[in-house]
């Protein structure tokens, strides 16, 4: 599934808020993502956009958790390709919820133009919010974050095809800029022991 070793990582994705391994997907776990996506891009009929690893790359993606966090006992809540189209402008920076915290994000297809931003030294409190929104009012709403965001200057990773980034969703403001034309593949875990809804095609399209 991942084709970098984790044993020189160990402690920092907790420690740093995230990781980039750039052509970190292995070939034969890309080449099975690619496929899956020319399935949807095709029209085939999908009720899910969910892409679930076999049993020896969820072993390898769990192992490799354990070792960049420290942390046992994960549970995976989502696991599907997100195919960006038709989205006008920047997403809005975010965090995500509690049961969302350990997000993997591998690159399917890119573009030129878009970035992914991640702000790690910015305050990183974790969301126990239920929805982001109720994160946002005790911020005082979306302008108190995005003032205080204009203050830390953005990692701006320029993912493509096969890198993989691990960060904290619910504790590292994210945000994906001119997402139009980008496919990636997300899994993400807590270890809470809550399995956290999986988005249907509907949401994802």
Request: hydrophobic content about 35%; some cysteine; glycine content about 8%.
């Amino acid at each position: 599934m991942f084709s970098f070793d984790p044993k020189p990582y160990k402690g920092e994705l907790v420690k740093e808020g995230w990781l980039f391994f750039p052509n970190g997907c292995s070939r034969k776990f890309l080449e099975r993502l690619e496929s899956f996506t020319e399935s949807l891009l095709g029209g085939e009929a999908q009720d899910e956009y969910a892409f679930i690893p076999d049993h020896e790359e969820l072993k390898i993606y769990f192992t490799t958790l354990q070792i960049l966090t420290g942390n046992t006992d994960f549970t995976m809540c989502r696991n599907h390709v997100s195919i960006y189209k038709d989205v006008e402008g920047d997403l809005l920076a975010h965090k995500d919820r509690h049961s969302l915290r350990y997000s993997c994000g591998i690159g399917i297809r890119a573009t030129p133009q878009s970035r992914l931003l991640l702000w790690p030294d910015a305050p990183r409190d974790i969301n126990m919010h239920p929805h982001y929104k109720d994160y946002e009012d005790a911020y005082g709403g979306y302008e108190n974050i995005n003032k205080i965001l204009k203050s830390f200057i953005p990692k701006s990773i320029n993912l493509q095809r096969g890198d993989v980034i691990l960060f904290l969703g619910d504790e590292v403001f994210h945000q994906r800029t001119n997402p139009n034309g980008v496919v990636m593949y997300y899994l993400t875990s807590n270890t809470l022991g809550v399995i956290d809804r999986a988005p249907n095609r509907y949401e994802r399209a």
